[in-house]
């Protein structure tokens, strides 16, 4: 289903965007417990919504482990309304808040430094979570070597004939990624986030600006 090119090809892909955007110090957060809760929220809207959700939760200080968990769904909603979804999200937020809990005595800490695989199986297992916002948190708040999948990733690979884009689903895309980069925290963390900038300034879902690419020609 996806079209192996040399490892050389999806680095290229890196070298040049790197080279044209330079780094873009994401994910933004002040400690791996707002990266965390800024991954649940950030699902189907813009990080310009969450940004404002989370500085709700600042300025009210309520952004800890022991305050959110403690909080009822419907005020921790009203307090992250502008993320959309707010009701939804807030029980999901509240699902992993209750994981953390109950598995691992609310130390956060102590969630996130677990193993890679056992760390992405346990959010897996938690309702509302997916693989982008748990390999989102594997990577971005744990630290750990996965590459996050998301709709711009597709879209470019398959703009470039790397993924049959009918076909392609997120495993296959990220071990296609994965085998042909070396393993690297830092370069995966870098990686997608060039991928999203890419994506929004140029490779759009429609009307894409392929003439001033930096990835034209590849």
Known sequence: MINVFMANT??????RLYDFFGPQDWWPGDTPFE???????????????????????KNFDLLSFETLHSLPSAVLAEHIRPCGYYNLKAKRLQNLLNLISENYDGDVDFFLGQDLATLRQELLSVKGIGPETADSICLYAATKPIFVVDAYTHRILSRHDLVLEE???YAQIQDFLMGNL???TAMFNEYHALLVRVGKEYCKKSKPKCDTCPLKGL
């Not at 999806?10 to 070298?15: K, L, N, S, T």
């Not at 929220?41 to 939760?57: D, M, S």
């Open 167 to 169: 076909e392609a689903d």
């Open 10 to 15: 999806v680095q290229e892909i890196y070298r």
């Open 182 to 184: 070396p393993e690297d």
């Open 35 to 57: 990266i965390m809760v800024g991954a649940v929220l950030t699902q189907n809207t813009a990080w310009t919504n969450v940004e404002k959700a989370i500085n709700n939760l």
